[in-house]
Structure formats: C-alpha cells, structure tokens
C-alpha cells in the first residue's frame, strides 16, 4: 500500500464505504485498540457499525510513512458524539476500554496507527498510539 492507496483508505473510512474499505484488508484483518481485539472483515464492519451509530470519527493525514511489510500513519482523528455512549453501553458489547463519549462533544486526538500488511499487500493488523491533549 502506498501513500495515494491510504488517501483512498481514509476517503473510504470518512464516508462509512466499509466494502471500499474492506478491499484494502485481508480476510482476517485484526484491529487492536483499547484492550479489545477486532478480528475479520466481518467483525470489522460490525464493530463500526456500533461505534458509529454514537460517534462520527473523521480521519485527517498528517504524514504517511512506508517501511517493509509495514506502514504508519499520522492522522488527526476527529471524534463528534452523535449519541451518548456511555460505559454501561461499551461494557455490553465488549469494548470497556474505550471512552465514552457525550452527544454533542468534539475531540480531536492525534494518533499513530501502525498498519501491519500481508504477503499481497492487504492491512492484516492495525494498532494505534494516541496522544491525549496537553491542558492549555
């Protein structure tokens, strides 16, 4: 994958096109994040499909970084509270480690997302690293 394929990953990603998404994925693609791990393509669109009835997640690149087998990307991921998500809600369906967010609230995080790839290319695991704000 190389920097303009991401650009079109992220388009995908902003605009919820899961199956133009999923084209970029192996079949078993693992997505590792706040304790809890997603695994498939189909586990992949059902985890969105939950998170982002509550939450609008927008993706912006700061820096595409390409390496063997492997890329990181710098993003900015802005989150906005659609609905209240509370931690009873997270806890039901698995994902307590993750935070809850309120209807109405906009966060900006800044992340690197490691993007581990297959023998033909495809995103086989994904892993992030977040940054919370400084307070100002």
């Given at each position: 994958?190389?920097?303009?394929?991401?650009?079109?990953?992220?388009?995908?990603f902003?605009?919820?096109?899961?199956?133009?998404?999923?084209?970029?994925?192996?079949?078993?693609?693992?997505?590792e994040?706040?304790?809890?791990?997603?695994?498939?393509?189909?586990?992949?669109?059902?985890?969105?499909?939950?998170?982002?009835?509550?939450?609008?997640?927008?993706?912006r690149?700061?820096?595409?970084?390409?390496?063997?087998?492997?890329?990181?990307?710098?993003?900015?991921?802005?989150?906005?509270?659609?609905?209240?998500?509370?931690?009873?809600?997270?806890?039901?369906?698995?994902f307590?480690?993750?935070?809850p967010?309120?209807?109405?609230?906009?966060?900006?995080?800044?992340?690197?997302?490691?993007?581990?790839?297959?023998?033909?290319?495809?995103?086989?695991?994904?892993?992030?690293?977040?940054?919370?704000?400084?307070?100002?």
């Amino acid at each position: 994958m190389n920097e303009s394929d991401y650009h079109r990953y992220i388009d995908a990603f902003n605009a919820r096109d899961y199956a133009a998404m999923e084209r970029f994925f192996a079949d078993d693609v693992a997505l590792e994040n706040a304790g809890f791990l997603v695994r498939g393509k189909t586990a992949f669109r059902e985890f969105y499909r939950f998170f982002h009835q509550y939450c609008r997640e927008t993706v912006r690149l700061l820096g595409f970084y390409a390496g063997d087998g492997a890329f990181v990307a710098n993003v900015v991921i802005r989150f906005e509270g659609l609905e209240d998500l509370t931690p009873e809600i997270l806890a039901r369906h698995g994902f307590s480690g993750m935070t809850p967010i309120v209807r109405g609230t906009v966060v900006e995080l800044e992340f690197l997302i490691l993007y581990a790839l297959n023998a033909d290319g495809l995103i086989r695991h994904i892993k992030g690293a977040v940054w919370v704000p400084a307070p100002h």
